[in-house]
């Protein structure tokens, strides 16, 4: 699926702001649609959807244990409750509330996780959550969506809607391109997207990483190195079969994730192909280190996470094996 137009010219987007929009139109479409925030609404961007239906939106504050209860209630009775915060506190502080209330009982709640990953810029360590897929991934029967732009993002939102069960949706402070903006774009739950074919390397990529990693194949190819570029956007379940048939072509495997190398992406990809299609893999991500308060660009450049480091660290690996 070729890339049209030059990303340099693409719009940038948070996709956070796909979340907040796609709420809006879900709740025309579904009166059942709950939406609950803790105190960060603006943030989050669920202020649109209060400002739509102020009775239907409910500010827990800064309680998102509760959050996580009240929507629990909610879905078993009958309605469809998106609740939101910042991903570290979503996925810290109400982790055994959507273990034992949400995830046990399979209920029908979204979880919105907005300024994920170290893009949170300023915040600073505290706030920038590099954990939360791998908490989410140990929750059983848990869906992970980790979005890649803001088509992909609005995507996400419709399908978990459509999904009965409890699914974690990841989303961006940091706006960046959008370039799924292509008539031939599928999205599907579990299902990840060739971006690019290639030979030398399979380049597994999620989250705002995939439009690092398109700058980063580009640069590769013009230092005669040919990568697979694939985008997961939804971690659990994996793509199983996409991930052993193209490590299988390549023999050489590269995941790329603004998260822990430590139970993400990375992981997730490992544990696969170490039962069913055993190849070297090398994680690029943050490496058991917390991140630090500065500019979102300055951080991913500083932690190799933005395309140069992308590149230097595959190129400098594949010439070493």
């Avoid at 609950?36 to 943030?43: G, S």
């Amino acid at each position: 699926m070729p890339i049209n137009r030059k990303l340099e010219e693409l719009p940038k987007i948070a996709t956070r702001e796909g979340y907040g929009n796609t709420l809006v139109e879900l709740g025309k479409e579904d009166e059942n649609i709950v939406v609950l925030d803790a105190d960060l609404a603006a943030a989050t961007k669920t202020n649109k959807f209060a400002e739509a239906f102020p009775d239907r939106h409910i500010n827990c504050g800064i309680a998102e244990a509760n959050m996580a209860g009240i929507a629990a209630g909610l879905a078993a009775s009958g309605k469809t409750p998106f609740i939101s915060s910042f991903a570290m506190f979503v996925s810290g502080r109400a982790y055994e509330q959507i273990r034992n209330s949400i995830g046990y009982p399979g209920l029908n709640v979204k979880i919105g996780a907005s300024h994920a990953g170290i893009s949170v810029g300023e915040d600073g360590a505290t706030h920038q959550c590099n954990e939360d897929i791998a908490l989410m991934r140990s929750i059983p029967g848990m869906m992970i969506v980790n979005p890649s732009d803001d088509i992909e993002a609005r995507a996400a939102v419709r399908a978990a809607y459509a999904h009965k069960g409890p699914v974690y949706l990841r989303f961006g402070r940091l706006a960046v391109p959008v370039f799924n903006d292509r008539e031939d774009y599928h999205f599907e739950l579990g299902k990840g997207i060739v971006l690019r074919e290639g030979k030398d390397a399979t380049v597994f990529a999620t989250g705002l990483c995939v439009v690092e990693a398109l700058y980063a194949a580009d640069m590769l190819a013009e230092a005669g190195i040919d990568v697979e570029l694939i985008n997961i956007h939804t971690i659990k379940p994996l793509d199983t079969e996409l991930v052993c048939d193209s490590a299988a072509k390549t023999g050489r495997v590269f995941t790329i994730e603004e998260h822990s190398i430590i139970g993400g992406l990375g992981s997730a990809v490992c544990e696969t192909l170490s039962e069913r299609q055993p190849v070297k893999v090398t994680r690029i991500g943050m490496n058991d280190v917390y991140g630090e308060s500065g500019p979102a660009v300055e951080l991913l450049h500083k932690f190799g996470l933005d395309a140069e480091g992308i590149f230097k660290k595959i190129k400098e690996t594949l010439e070493i094996d």
